[in-house]
């Protein structure tokens, strides 16, 4: 199986912070990373997919990128409804794998 | 708008069964591949099982496989997972997926439905 591995496990922040969270894959993956946020009680948004598209809908502030198996997801100007748990996920082959979740705290 | 809501949680006793359902609105269902992704309580995500849009071809987690089947009603726009010889490991939320274009993630979650498993 493909293990991600995603740090850091948490991390605080304040609101305008730029913050990374980096999600390493075991193997290669090509580009088939997501990424996803986590709210409690709520449905998971997925915000970017292909490691670098955008998903329709999410703002601009969120971004990708990669390099081998290496990939980041940027929030710049971090905004109050940006506090939540992401996660990443390999989609490169089943089963489907996930990283291990970052909460974003203030 | 795309709308997943799942049913059929609960608590059951170990080697017990439950079947969870997701009814699926706001997009053409019989043309998507669908998931089934669970959280146990303070842990992360796993990946449980995919099917294909026809229902021709389903995979799942080693966890789970030869306990748990996906199955689809295209007919009714509903998912389902027949969850058999339940073990304490499998408390979980489960969340119904869609796949975003075959590509194996995912663009629609439901909210979740828990199920607990315990003596």
């Known amino acids: 199986d493909i293990q991600m591995t995603q740090s850091p496990s948490s991390l605080s922040a304040s609101v305008g912070d730029r913050i990374t969270i980096t999600c390493r894959a075991s193997q290669s993956i090509s580009s088939y990373l997501t990424w996803y946020q986590f709210k409690p009680g709520k449905a998971p948004k997925l915000l970017m997919y292909a490691a670098l598209s955008l998903q329709t809908g999410v703002p601009s502030r969120f971004s990708g990128s990669e390099s081998g198996t290496n990939f980041t997801l940027t929030i710049s100007n971090l905004q109050p409804e940006d506090f939540a748990t992401y996660y990443c996920q390999q989609s490169y082959r089943t089963p489907l794998t996930f990283g291990g979740g970052t909460k974003v705290e203030i | 708008q795309v709308q997943l809501v799942e049913s059929g949680g609960g608590v059951v006793q170990p080697g017990g069964s439950l079947r969870l359902s997701c009814a699926a609105s706001?997009?053409?269902?019989?043309?998507?591949?669908m998931h089934w992704v669970r959280q146990a309580p303070g842990k992360g995500l796993e990946w449980v099982t995919f099917i294909r849009s026809d229902g021709s071809k389903s995979d799942y987690a080693d966890s789970v496989k030869g306990r748990f089947t996906i199955s689809r009603d295209n007919s009714n726009n509903t998912l389902y997972l027949q969850m058999n010889s339940l073990r304490l490991e499998d408390t979980a939320i489960y969340y119904c997926?869609?796949?975003?274009?075959?590509?194996?993630?995912?663009?629609?979650w439901g909210p979740g439905t828990l199920v607990t498993v315990s003596s």
């Open positions: 997926a869609k796949d975003r274009r075959a590509e194996h993630y995912f663009d629609h």
């Open positions: 706001g997009f053409t269902f019989n043309n998507y591949v």
